[in-house]
């Protein structure tokens, strides 16, 4: 079904604010969930919302907390989450390093005891736009094997990339896993198979059963490649914000255990540049020209698929099973809850 972007937005908020969320933060939140919704990614959209009000519920969230952050040394801010909401307390170590990167020219956050994130690239956007250079890591439990292996050790170590260019930014995101455990979960909630190749079950065979994924292990994505780049993000996600290996990590995926995996924010201030602006916009829309090796498929550059699916989102609305928007109206103490979404 099709649900308006803003309805979806604001029972969302709504919720939170039932469960004690400050509107302020209540209303970040809900935004990072629906960014998700809005650019086809409904793995990190409303489907994790349940389990974030009910963490809210049991103490395992605080909803109304930035963290605690304090300045390591003049470009590293070390934060505490105080087990605040991921969007929250990541926004607020944001907004930090973004003025001192103007300042320093590099300042980086090591967030840990905070909650997940949601999609990175909304970060490195937040960067971009104060014509900043932005990266955000994150990492995980352990749900990816690792190449030639059957149990998972590793975590799906996701990397966001943001370069400010004279038009849109250039925007990376990605899960050095072939695919996040949040489109398996989907998958899974909505009875659908998964390709092979994605992921093996809890005996280390091959499946393309989502439900029985979730209890085994994801493929590292470009085998060797991804193993390495997850491994070496495993490690420096760790020690940067002195959190826990994914073996030990708990928190992301249940409604159980308090969250101690670990999240880095890196804002670059390469000072002003508008003759390289326009380059980079010049050489991005060269690519974008450039011959398909399909004709039927035009050659996008990363983060224009995203882009063009928000638009379409915003002006159609975005597509959410009536199952969890049933679940999520009834998950509301107020009555105003019954919103109705487009073709109800």
Not at 134 to 141: F, P, Q, R
Request: charged fraction near 20%; include cysteine.
């Amino acid at each position: 079904m099709k649900v308006d972007p803003e309805k979806a937005l604001e029972l969302a908020g709504r919720l939170l604010v039932e469960r004690g969320a400050p509107s302020k933060c209540a209303d970040l939140q809900a935004c990072v969930l629906i960014e998700g919704e809005l650019k086809g990614h409904p793995s990190h959209g409303l489907q994790r919302l349940p389990r974030i009000l009910t963490r809210i519920e049991r103490d395992l969230i605080d909803p109304a907390t930035e963290g605690n952050a304090h300045w390591r040394s003049p470009s590293f801010l070390e934060v505490d989450g105080l087990k605040g909401l991921g969007p929250v307390v990541a926004i607020s170590a944001l907004e930090r390093i973004a003025e001192q990167a103007h300042k320093t020219g590099i300042a980086v956050a090591g967030i840990r005891n905070s909650n997940h994130l949601g999609m990175l690239a909304y970060y490195v956007e937040r960067f971009a736009e104060k014509g900043l250079i932005g990266l955000a890591m994150s990492s995980s439990e352990a749900l990816v094997h690792p190449y030639r292996g059957t149990r998972a050790l590793l975590g799906t170590n996701p990397l966001a990339i943001a370069v400010p260019t004279a038009g849109r930014p250039l925007v990376v995101d990605l899960a050095t896993a072939i695919v996040s455990m949040g489109k398996i979960h989907h998958h899974a909630a909505n009875g659908l198979p998964i390709p092979e190749g994605w992921a093996r079950d809890a005996n280390g065979r091959p499946t393309t059963n989502a439900a029985a994924a979730m209890t085994g292990s994801i493929a590292p994505f470009g085998e060797a490649k991804g193993y390495a780049l997850g491994m070496a993000l495993e490690l420096m996600v760790a020690s940067i914000a002195r959190s826990a290996i994914a073996p030990d990590v708990r928190g992301t995926l249940d409604a159980d255990a308090i969250c101690n995996k670990g999240d880095v924010l890196i804002a670059i201030d390469v000072g002003e540049q508008p003759e390289f602006l326009a380059c980079f916009s010049a050489y991005l829309d060269s690519v974008r020209s450039s011959r398909p090796s399909d004709p039927g498929m035009r050659v996008t550059v990363p983060g224009d698929g995203a882009s063009a699916r928000r638009e379409g989102a915003l002006s159609d609305g975005i597509e959410i099973s009536a199952r969890l928007w049933d679940e999520l109206n009834a998950l509301s103490h107020s009555s105003k809850s019954l919103v109705k979404g487009h073709g109800q």
